[in-house]
């Protein structure tokens, strides 16, 4: 239980704030969704606005060097509130990722109802290079204490591929990309896409460069 008498899952999430993947074997997983989290508006408008904050933080100065004091004090709650809603640094970091991947989740889903499917693509993979140059610290925090097999950085990379796949499939099908175009390697060309941004942080502009080199190569040859 957390300290407000909330159940707390095996992760030291709070129930209720579980994130789901579908599928199995080889197939993509479907839609992930949040769980309705039973609590009063003005407690859900705090754990947003805590989440907000550890977000925003996590993206500037990483998420191994900021106080659980500081979160609390830009998203404008008290420490107790923070405690009560993450019972430990690690909940938060896990509610933070979860949150993180579900928005590209989110997203991907958006896209998938978007008249161009190429363009819902490249769409999606612009957002995923920004969201992964965001979180390197936060999935390095939680690999120190998970291990790189764990059922939430397993989850959370299934969700991740299943977007990707079903957004490459969809453009397939469109005849937009070639069609020997896998989504890991789709997912491996952008990770190091962040990595080269990582050695040029003086060059902004450098990873949208790149996605659209990478396109440029999806495209279906003549």
């Known amino acids: 239980m957390s300290a407000s008498g909330e ?9 209720g704030v ?12 479907g839609p992930s969704t949040l769980a309705p989290r ?36 830009r998203a404008g709650v008290g420490i107790g509130t923070l405690y009560r809603h993450f019972p430990t640094r690690q909940a938060l970091l896990e509610a933070v990722y979860r949150g993180q991947v579900e928005a590209m989740r989110a997203k991907a889903d958006e896209l998938l109802r ?12 612009r957002a995923l290079s920004a969201f992964s140059s965001t979180k390197r610290s936060l999935t390095a925090a939680l690999l120190e204490t998970l291990g790189k097999d764990s059922e939430l950085l397993s ?25 020997d175009a896998d989504a890991r390697d789709l997912m491996r060309l952008v990770h190091a896409v962040n990595i080269a941004a990582q050695h040029t942080p003086t060059d902004p502009g450098q990873p949208d460069r790149l996605i659209g080199i990478i396109l440029d190569g999806l495209k279906p040859q003549a």
């Open 7 to 15: 159940p707390v899952s095996a992760t030291g999430v709070p129930a």
């Open 155 to 179: 989850a959370c990379s299934a969700v991740i591929y299943g977007a990707a796949d079903e957004l490459l499939i969809r453009a397939k099908e469109a005849g937009a990309v070639r069609p």
């Open 38 to 73: 039973p609590m009063r508006a003005d407690a859900q408008r705090n754990y947003q606005r805590l989440l907000d904050s550890a977000v925003a933080v996590f993206a500037e100065r990483g998420a191994d060097d900021v106080s659980l004091e500081e979160i609390a004090r």
């Open 114 to 125: 978007s008249d161009s499917p190429s363009e819902a693509l490249a769409d999606w993979l």
């Open 18 to 29: 579980q994130h789901t993947a579908g599928g199995s074997g080889g197939s993509s997983p």
